[in-house]
């Protein structure tokens, strides 16, 4: 699965696609949720993190409409959600700049069920360490040349340490979080971005970017020689509690209806 925009060599692009990942069971990873436009299209990937609310990545900020919920194939999704309001953090302005994160509000509250559930956020700002298991999921391309795919799919990833990541891109924005990629066969592709990076059960990150190939507008999924970016959803702790918690949408939101 890999993510990419236009930033110095890198594009965001609005996918995600794993290699050597699997086809996610049918009763795990229930929150996943497919973001998607006005023709019912696959954008970006995303999750569910309470009734009202489905985060995803800022530059995933296309011409979104609904959000899929309650199946891994999107061939078979019946949950379909208007999204109502968009928001996105105030201080994104491109990938290359950071604060890469978006929550979208869906037109009608969705309730768990057998095949909907809600994943936990950090309740405050934490660090992983170096070398931590993680898994990441999405709907994106399995190779550079493919397409995205029906089945959900999912990887397990390590998380890398700061100072190897910061080594290895000549760039990066603050907080975030390096994990797969890197001379590995693991990690995100076009098609995934939007996706959480997930920890223990809890989703710790959002797919944010990757390397691309050399002048062309291609994430390389084949597989990168640097570090797969994520944006740090700890370190946006208080911008998502004035949303989720303190019901702040209204001022911080932009409608979509």
């Given at each position: ?25 049918d ?26 609310f ?21 061939k078979?999704?019946?949950?379909k ?23 979208l ?8 069920s057998?095949?909907i ?28 040349y493919g ?19 910061r080594?290895?891109w ?5 907080n ?6 890197y001379?590995?066969t ?10 959480p ?43 998502i ?5 303190e ?11």
């Amino acid at each position: 699965m890999f993510a990419l925009q236009h930033f110095m060599v890198i594009h965001v692009l609005t996918f995600l696609g794993q290699n050597d990942g699997k086809i996610a069971p049918d009763n795990e990873m229930l929150y996943m949720a497919s973001v998607q436009d006005q023709e019912g299209d696959h954008v970006c990937g995303g999750f569910l993190v309470s009734e009202d609310f489905v985060m995803t990545a800022a530059h995933c900020d296309l011409d979104l409409k609904r959000v899929v919920l309650g199946n891994h194939n999107l061939k078979k999704s019946e949950k379909k959600m208007k999204i109502a309001k968009k928001c996105k953090h105030p201080d994104y302005k491109n990938v290359g700049h950071g604060y890469d994160i978006m929550l979208l509000k869906l037109s009608t509250p969705v309730q768990p069920s057998k095949r909907i559930q809600f994943i936990q956020l950090p309740f405050h700002e934490m660090t992983l360490k170096e070398n931590e298991k993680c898994q990441v999921a999405g709907w994106g391309k399995i190779n550079t040349y493919g397409s995205v795919v029906d089945d959900l799919r999912v990887v397990d990833v390590s998380v890398i340490s700061p100072q190897v990541c910061r080594k290895e891109w000549d760039h990066l924005p603050p907080n975030i979080i390096c994990a797969g990629g890197y001379n590995t066969t693991k990690g995100f592709c076009q098609g995934d971005s939007g996706g959480p990076l997930v920890w223990k059960g809890m989703a710790v990150g959002i797919v944010s970017f990757n390397k691309s190939i050399p002048r062309t507008e291609l994430g390389n999924c084949n597989y990168p020689d640097v570090p797969n970016v994520y944006t740090d959803i700890s370190k946006h702790h208080y911008w998502i509690r004035k949303i989720l918690k303190e019901k702040k949408y209204k001022k911080l939101c932009v409608s979509t209806l």
